[in-house]
C-alpha cells in the first residue's frame, strides 16, 4: 500500500519559511518511502480564510518544486462531512451545546483555574459550568463522558523515530467540535478530513503535538484508522521568536521578488 501524506496550510496569509520547512519536511519524509503527498486547503474559517491565498499557497508550492498528487481538498466544501460525523458523537450523547465565549469562562473561572495546552482557560471536567448566556451555541464534547466510555483503555498514538505516546486528551478539557460561526472546528475536521483521504502518515509542527491526544481520541470515538505522526521542529525566527505575518516575517513571495531562488529558501530552511 503507497503510504499517504499530507500537507495541510490554512489560506490565512501569505507562506513564509515556516511554511517552506514544514512542506520539505512533508515531501522529503514521503520521498524516503516512496509516499504521495495531497494538497488540503484547511478553510474553515470563514473570517480569516481567503481564495487568494489559498492560490497562492499553490502557486508557492510549485515555485519550490513541490508537487501534489490529485486535486486540491478544501475543507469549505466538506462541511456536510463534519456535520456527519458532529452526529455520530452526538447520537452517543458525547456532546452538549455551549455559548460561553472564552472570556465567559475566563471570567468565570477560579485565579488557578487550569489551563489547556494553548494557555486558555478549561471548563471544569464534569463540574459545574456557568450558566450559557444567550446566542447561537457551540458544541462541546464532554470529555469525561467520552473518556468514560472507553473504561480501562489507554490511548496511544505512535509519534516516528520516539515510539507509543500516551494521549492524554484530558488536559483540552471539553474541546469545542462545532464553533458559532462554523459548524466544525480544527480538531474534528482534520481528523474526518485526514480518514477520508487516506492519510497514513502525518508530519506537521511541533506546536500540534498536543493536539494530538484530542485526534486519537476522536479517531477512536469515531472508529477511523490512525496515521503515525511526526511532529517536526517549529523554524523560528533570528530573534528566537515565532515566524509570523503580524511580527514582519517576510513571506516567500517577497523574499522571491528580492532575488532568492528556490535553492536559497531549501537552504534557509535547512533543506537543500
Ligand atoms: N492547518 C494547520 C496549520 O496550518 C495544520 C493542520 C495539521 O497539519 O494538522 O497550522
Known amino acids: ?17 515556516g511554511h ?5 519536511a512533508v515531501w522529503r519524509a514521503a520521498e524516503a518511502i516512496g509516499g504521495r503527498v495531497l494538497l488540503r486547503i484547511e478553510d474553515i474559517d470563514p473570517q480569516r480564510s481567503k481564495a487568494k491565498f ?3 499557497i499553490e502557486e508557492d508550492l510549485a515555485w519550490l518544486g513541490f508537487r501534489w498528487d490529485g486535486p486540491v481538498v478544501r475543507q469549505s466544501e466538506r462541511f456536510d462531512f463534519y456535520a456527519a460525523a458532529l452526529s455520530r458523537l452526538d447520537a452517543k ?8 465565549s472564552r472570556a465567559d469562562i475566563a471570567a468565570a473561572a477560579p485565579p488557578a483555574a487550569a489551563r489547556d495546552p494553548d494557555g486558555a482557560v478549561r471548563l471544569p471536567l464534569g ?6 448566556p444567550d446566542g447561537p451555541a457551540a458544541h462541546r464534547l464532554n470529555m469525561a463522558k467520552a473518556l468514560g466510555a472507553l473504561g480501562d483503555e489507554r490511548l496511544f498514538w505512535r509519534e516516528e523515530g520516539v515510539g507509543a505516546i500516551e494521549a492524554r486528551p484530558e488536559f483540552w ?36 503535538y498536543e ?4 485526534h486519537r481520541l476522536l479517531q477512536r470515538l469515531l472508529d477511523l484508522p490512525e496515521p503515525a505522526y511526526r511532529h517536526h521542529p517549529i523554524l523560528l525566527a533570528p530573534d528566537g521568536g515565532k515566524l509570523s505575518k503580524s511580527r514582519g516575517s517576510p513571506s516567500l ?10 535553492e536559497d529558501v531549501l537552504r534557509a530552511v535547512g533543506a537543500a
Open 54 to 56: 489559498a492560490t497562492a
Open 127 to 132: 463540574g459545574a459550568r456557568p450558566a450559557d
Open 211 to 214: 493536539a494530538t491526544a484530542v
Open 173 to 208: 478539557g471539553d474541546v469545542v467540535l462545532a464553533r458559532k460561526e462554523t459548524p466544525t472546528s480544527y480538531h474534528l475536521a482534520v481528523v474526518v478530513d485526514d480518514a477520508a483521504q487516506g492519510v497514513t502518515h502525518v508530519v506537521r509542527g511541533r506546536d500540534l
Open 93 to 100: 450523547g458525547l456532546l452538549y451545546p455551549c455559548r460561553l
Open 20 to 24: 517552506a520547512a514544514s512542506a520539505s
Open 253 to 262: 513571495r517577497s523574499l522571491r521578488a528580492e532575488g532568492w531562488s528556490r
Open 1 to 17: 500500500m503507497t503510504p499517504v501524506f499530507r500537507f495541510a496550510p490554512s489560506p490565512t496569509g501569505l507562506l513564509h519559511l
